[in-house]
């Protein structure tokens, strides 16, 4: 007989069943034990009459490997409406005293994540990141875009020295990248149209519930594309990856708690706002808040109270922002750049047309206290061939927090990174 995921077994009812997985629930009563197996599929309960089996199936704890055989029955008050009369099981793996029960501390949770990773909530949240990770890809393949694979150790910053992890490189120094940007502007030249999906590396000092020390960064970066059209694959790329979401994770999203509806609603045209705007929108509703200065949480916040999509602010003062931004020609206090905030969870997207004149892109660096050395090769870009182009970040963690309205990052990435973790 094949094995069958529990799935297959609910779908499809048939009448000897031969699974496996791993003991998500386990009563022992005096005559029987009731099983609630789990696999990567779902979950199945299973009745053991203990008369007909030995001692052995008294060692079976929470999270015990096993395989079962058995006949499928309908039954109303059991997970899914089936359960496995079990006629043979076999004990694959023990498991005396797993750690976590219920009512954990998070701090606990944390230090068994390589345990806690097995709970169907991160499970399905693990799930829907597939997902979303795939239909990125997806949405960039079906555009003519190439897939990339730019270096994660550099010489030089893209988004500021101060937030650079640094290495011992042999004998030098070098150092996590930050953003895969400055390497992606050098393939455009030959490829155009070029996205990569790599980690990326951030020493923030910052324990908020929206920074990881290391993420997975989902980067386009596009020859000839001017800076409205780079809002409007902004949008489409976010549209496609909720609708696509929608439509295939269906069952994921309803466990924990998201209607897929509120998915679906998430088409282009977005709202947008330039940063001018905002800021008087926010002096408007009371907040304390001088030009020049950056958004914060409880401002961005403010700024997309009610909406169900996300908001595009657009026009940034050139001060607070990268080196590498194009200075709006009709008016070089603000670069053509935007950050694309998710209600409620705040930016998910950073992107921008790239600044073009040698010179000012000279100026920024040096004012950023950047050595030009490391900055040459990047130079040689707009000495050779220069053209106008654009591109966006995009955290994956950071947009999967939004779709999974997850509390905190951390359960966007199995193994989080923070301020304070580096284990398991
Ligand atoms: O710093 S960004 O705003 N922009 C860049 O790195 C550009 N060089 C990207 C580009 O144009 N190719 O970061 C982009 C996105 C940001 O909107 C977040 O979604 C995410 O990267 N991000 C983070 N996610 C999780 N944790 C941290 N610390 C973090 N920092 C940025």
Known sequence: MEFLSLREVIEKKPREVKIRGWVYRIRKLKNKIFIVLRDSSDILQCVVEKEKFGKEIEKIEIESSLIIEGKTREEKRAPNGVEIDVSKIEIVGLSKDFPISKFQSTELLLDYRHLWIRSRRLTEIMKIKSS??????????????????????????????????????????????????LYLEALIFSLEKVFSITPSFRAEPHRTSRHLAEYWHIEPEVAWMDFNELLKLEEEFISYICQKIAENNEKELKFIGRDPEDLFKVKPPFPKITYDEAIEKLKKLGIKISWGKDLRTIEEEKLTQGLNKPLIVTHYPREIKAFYMKDDRKNPKVVLCNDMIAPGYGEIIGGSERETDIEILKEKLLKAGEDLKNYEWYLDLRRYGNIPHSGFGAGAERILRWICKLDHIRDAIPFPRTLRRKYP
Do not use: M, W
């Not at 004998?171 to 990248?177: C, G, Q, R, T, V």
């Open 132 to 181: 979303l990770l795939k239909f990125s890809r997806e949405f960039f393949l079906e555009r003519g875009f190439y897939e990339v694979t730019p270096p994660i150790i550099t010489a030089s910053a893209c988004e500021g020295g101060a937030t650079q992890f640094e290495i011992k490189y042999f004998d030098e120094k070098a150092y996590l990248n930050q953003s895969a940007q």
